[in-house]
């Protein structure tokens, strides 16, 4: 949860800055930042969720 916020942050961003420096033209190139955005964050997630798996079953090892 707390990964995929960051990464939700992080595409926001990107997406600002992109857009400020002027080198966003047209809707086809927001259709892709915010796809890239949404990529980004989910691929955060699974990670985070695939560390926590990991903790978990290590933690149950040793107990």
Avoid at 51 to 60: K, N, S, V, Y
Wanted: glycine share 10%; aromatic share 14%.
């Amino acid at each position: 949860m707390t990964a995929g916020i960051i990464a939700l942050l992080f595409g926001v961003a990107g997406f600002i800055l992109n857009t400020s420096s002027g080198r966003v033209k047209g809707d086809r190139i927001l259709r892709w930042q915010l796809r890239s955005a949404a990529e980004s964050c989910f691929i955060f997630s699974v990670l985070f969720w695939m560390a926590f798996a990991f903790h978990l079953i290590c933690t149950m090892r040793g107990a």
